[in-house]
């Protein structure tokens, strides 16, 4: 059973019955669709650019490797980012292509991209699916559901999974101002599947040196908007890991100005997979050695140092387990502080489950 914050269920019910409820949206919220997160994205296009045009691998290897990669702990991915944007210097039509082929590898075949089927898209992406329907469950007439959704993704699956009844704007540049329907503000540039897409100086955000100048420049279009929704209404952020350092800015500049709005989260609760013993064994031997290493020095042993013979393992356990549970107590800590309440889920299924319960029929 989800357990909301206190009063988060009432706050959000409320916003939602006043038309005062926006939606951030990440890439968690196309993942299940296959879409890669940022992280993945880059290092498959920087893969991509590598092959040979005559020889180019399956996106799904290609995204395979990216997986690996991310798990060795490659070079930043900013400065992998910038070698990409070197790399096609001012042809930008070859980096949007990568870009899009990249994105939608699980759509595109034989040099063309299907648009997926609403049916067949929110049948295999809960969580797609839920935020679909919280926003249909909206009456703009009377001014109940949701008001704005600001996205952080250059896809434009939500677009497609949302019934054709559903009035919506896509914005995602300056000048493009919602025309009374539901806007829906791509902030970080806007790549479909199908249709006209953002150019890169119109507005997509890749680069180390983009991402500064929208952190840097505080009145840009993408950090108006985002400070128009988060400091006049109840915000809900569905699969954001508010890890990038914009959004966390603005977070900070809001949470001590008078004027921040109340921000629900949805977040994996931080876990971890224990260790397999082996690895428990190596970190047992590890300790071993550096008192052994102390007892050699000649130098006096430190005082917590020490050996438990049998009982080594326990040590170990209880050291991971207790930063387990202080790892979520302090993230929240760390939310809070940047005026966001996380609403915690163990199992990804569980966003959908929580999405329902906002002012359900």
């Known amino acids: 059973m989800i357990k909301f914050p206190s009063d988060a269920r009432a706050n959000l019910d409320c916003a939602f019955d006043r038309g005062r409820l926006t939606l951030y949206l990440g890439a968690g919220a196309s993942a299940a669709s296959g879409l890669p997160t940022w992280e993945r994205l880059v290092l498959a296009m920087y893969f991509d650019m590598l092959s040979e045009s005559n020889r180019r691998a399956y996106s799904n290897y290609v995204h395979a490797v990216a997986e690996w990669m991310l798990q060795k702990s490659p070079d930043p991915l900013e400065i992998t980012a910038q070698k990409i944007r070197i790399h096609f210097g001012d042809d930008d039509d070859a980096f949007l292509e990568s870009l899009k082929r990249q994105l939608y590898g699980g759509f595109h075949e034989r040099g063309n991209y299907h648009i997926p089927r609403r049916k067949k898209l929110?049948?295999?992406?809960?969580?797609?699916?839920?935020?679909?329907?919280?926003?249909?469950?909206?009456?703009?007439?009377?001014?109940?559901?949701?008001?704005?959704?600001?996205?952080?993704n250059y896809d434009d699956l939500l677009e497609i999974a949302l019934n054709k009844r559903t009035p919506y704007q896509v914005v995602h540049q300056p000048g493009g101002e919602p025309d009374g329907s539901l806007p829906i503000y791509h902030v970080h540039g806007f790549v479909p599947i199908a249709g006209s897409v953002s150019s890169p100086a119109d507005g997509i955000i890749f680069t180390e040196e983009q991402y500064h100048e929208a952190t840097n420049a505080a009145y840009t279009w993408s950090n108006l908007v985002q400070l128009r929704g988060l400091s006049s209404?109840?915000?809900?952020?569905?699969?954001?890991?508010?890890?990038?350092?914009?959004?966390?800015?603005?977070?900070?500049?809001?949470?001590?100005?008078?004027?921040s709005a109340t921000c629900y989260a949805i977040l994996q609760r931080p876990t971890?997979?224990?260790?397999?013993?082996?690895?428990?064994?190596?970190?047992?031997?590890?300790?071993?050695?550096?008192?052994?290493?102390?007892?050699?020095?000649?130098?006096?042993?430190?005082?917590?140092?020490?050996?438990?013979?049998?009982?080594?393992?326990?040590?170990?356990?209880?050291?991971?387990?207790?930063?387990?549970?202080?790892?979520?107590?302090?993230?929240?800590?760390v939310l809070r502080d940047l005026g966001v309440i996380p609403i915690w889920y163990d199992n990804h299924d569980e966003v959908a489950e929580i999405l329902r319960e906002i002012s359900p029929r």
């Open 233 to 259: 209404s109840t915000g809900l952020m569905v699969g954001l890991s508010l890890s990038d350092r914009n959004i966390r800015r603005l977070l900070h500049a809001l949470s001590r100005s008078p004027v």
């Open 122 to 152: 929110r049948g295999g992406n809960p969580t797609l699916r839920a935020v679909a329907q919280l926003v249909e469950r909206s009456s703009p007439k009377k001014g109940r559901g949701v008001e704005a959704i600001i996205t952080y």
């Open 272 to 333: 971890w997979k224990q260790p397999h013993d082996s690895e428990v064994q190596d970190v047992a031997d590890m300790a071993r050695e550096l008192y052994e290493s102390a007892k050699a020095s000649g130098s006096p042993v430190p005082p917590d140092y020490g050996i438990k013979g049998k009982d080594w393992r326990s040590q170990v356990t209880h050291i991971l387990d207790r930063a387990q549970h202080v790892a979520t107590e302090q993230q929240e800590r």
